[in-house]
């Protein structure tokens, strides 16, 4: 068996994906912005990708958006090109931000503290949620930029951006949103959220690895991030990727028409798998249900060490789910989300991430809670510290 059940971390590129691809390697190969046949013909297919991306997220004719490698770029661009544009030539220096952003977002943001910029890390409650509220009262007349996730890649918990926006708005700061892993998995409208950016990656929804894109509102301005030959309207030249380019418009535009499969089927997926591995005795799983994206848990299992559960999954019953954030899992340290949320300390390495997607199924789910119960309880027999609980 080979089960993947860490689809936040990435996930497999739909066959169709792969097939809108192909002809853009060695057939239509030409720069696009070469005035000859060759440039010309790769045209359809970019202008069908932006298009794709344009409506999936329901931007309008005048925003833009922009092509990038991945999102861990967007957010680093758009944060330094705030502290570009409005921080180091004005007088406001302030931005806030939550504790359980991606490290993309956070360390960017502990660059900018060392540039004297002047950073709130807003703390979740015990749901790994985040209020308008405490934003509202996070806010300075210094504040220029808040920059908060829609969904948490850890927990899938959801955070009010349309509140806040509305919020920040009425004192003319800035709303940033990194929506990796909400997009494709709930509805994403830019339009509704009113953001005046959002980061985005194609590898998330079943698109290739090495694309994301960035969302910026019509009417402002941000620095380029390379300078070069003019492409993407002067704000990231570079010749284009056309075939990941296309690749990611394809992929976004099944997310989307997927959408109501991830909400019906994979939640309930989700949530059979959820309330199985809940009747294990001491553990609880983060986030109210109604308030994260459908395919996530984020599960802590008492007296069980995160890296040893996943070896066990994955070594003995080839089921491959995660502590957290792979981008983080290297250095064994304490589940970032379960330190934020003020969990005891002897319950900080056992949180285990299972995150399915539109590809899951019942057996799958099935064989999953069998063998999540068999090894806890194997685990468990063998931890000093879960037998003096
Ligand atoms: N933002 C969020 C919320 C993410 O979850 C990730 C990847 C990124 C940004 C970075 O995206 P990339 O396009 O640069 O790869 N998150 C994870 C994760 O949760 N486990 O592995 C990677």
């Not at 860490?6 to 912005?33: C, H, I, Q, W």
């Not at 758009?78 to 180091?88: A, G, H």
């Amino acid at each position: 068996m080979k089960i993947y059940l860490d689809n936040n971390a990435t996930t497999k590129v739909d066959e169709r994906v792969v097939e809108a691809m192909k002809p853009y390697f060695s057939k239509l190969y030409g720069n696009p912005n070469s005035l000859h046949q060759f440039g010309r013909e790769t045209h359809p297919g970019i202008k069908k990708a932006i298009d794709q991306v344009y409506s999936a997220i329901n931007a309008n004719d005048n925003d833009d958006i922009i092509f990038t490698s991945c999102a861990t770029e967007s957010n680093n661009w758009i944060i330094k090109s705030v502290w570009l544009d409005l921080i180091k030539n004005g007088n406001k220096n302030h931005i806030i931000t939550t504790e359980v952003e991606h490290p993309s977002v956070l360390s960017t943001y502990k660059f900018l503290e060392s540039q004297g910029v002047k950073v709130t890390y807003l703390p979740v409650n015990r749901e790994g949620f985040v209020t308008a509220e405490a934003v509202k009262n996070a806010i300075t007349e210094e504040t220029v930029l808040i920059s908060i996730m829609l969904a948490n890649n850890e927990t899938g918990v959801i955070f009010p951006i349309k509140e806040i926006t509305e919020i920040a708005h009425e004192k003319g700061i800035l709303v940033h949103t990194d929506a990796v892993q909400a997009v494709g998995k709930i509805p994403v409208d830019v339009q509704d959220l009113g953001v005046d950016f959002l980061s985005m990656s194609a590898h998330k929804f079943h698109g290739p690895k090495g694309i994301g894109a960035l969302f910026i509102k019509e009417n402002i301005k941000i620095s380029p991030l390379f300078h070069g030959g003019s492409q993407m309207g002067g704000l990231r030249s570079g010749t284009l990727n056309v075939p990941y380019i296309v690749g990611m418009g394809e992929a976004i535009e099944l997310a989307v028409k997927s959408l109501p499969k991830l909400n019906s089927e994979i939640r309930k997926l989700r949530d059979k798998l959820e309330d199985e591995l809940l009747k294990i005795s001491d553990t609880f799983v983060v986030g109210k249900r109604e308030n994260r994206t459908p395919n996530t848990i984020l599960i802590s299992v008492r007296g069980v060490e995160g890296e040893g559960m996943l070896w066990d999954l994955d070594r003995r019953f080839g089921i491959a789910a995660a502590t957290g954030s792979a981008c983080a899992s290297e250095d064994l340290e304490a589940n970032p989300v379960l330190e934020a949320i003020g969990a005891e300390e002897d319950l900080a390495h056992t949180a285990i991430r299972l995150s399915l997607s539109r590809f899951t199924t019942a057996d799958e789910v099935d064989y999953t809670i069998e063998k999540f119960k068999e090894s806890v309880e194997r685990l468990r027999a063998i931890s000093s510290s879960y037998a003096k609980v």
